[in-house]
């Protein structure tokens, strides 16, 4: 979750570096166009899921883990890379919003966009992409 700072008058600010012009637009360059449609997600009943941190959800026991629903995702990236330059909440390309506040951080701070996303491809999908 993005730390926030309320200050009377002013917009609430997420406390983490803020990506370049150059960056954002490398990011948005990565995302499909009709990467919703294919998303493994898409149509998902219960998309209370994907907000774990959510108060109304705290203590209920939930059905499923929304990042394994990501696993095999053929469009994570781009769900990644739309979270990221829209600064969701929940999960979002198999990652949780402290997740991605680290890799706007990283991306903020000079790694390369592509490396910074690579993230997504570790895990359960590249366990089987090797073995296979």
Do not use: N
């Not at 739309?82 to 390309?93: F, M, N, P, T």
């Not at 198999?94 to 690579?118: H, M, N, P």
């Not at 491809?121 to 073995?131: K, V």
């Amino acid at each position: 979750m993005t730390a926030r700072r309320q200050v009377p008058g002013q917009l609430v600010l997420p406390l983490v570096p803020g990506l370049s012009r150059k960056s954002r637009a490398s990011l948005v360059q990565r995302i499909d166009v009709r990467w919703q449609d294919k998303a493994y997600c898409a149509g998902y009943l219960d998309t209370d899921d994907f907000y774990p941190e959510d108060e109304t959800r705290r203590g209920v026991r939930r059905t499923t883990d929304p990042k394994k629903l990501c696993a095999f995702c053929p469009v994570v990236r781009s769900c990644l890379a739309a979270a990221i330059v829209a600064d969701e909440h929940g999960v979002w390309g198999r990652t949780t919003e402290d997740e991605r506040d680290a890799i706007r951080e990283e991306i903020a701070f000079g790694t390369d966009v592509d490396r910074a996303l690579s993230v997504v491809l570790d895990g359960p999908a590249a366990l089987w992409r090797t073995t296979a």
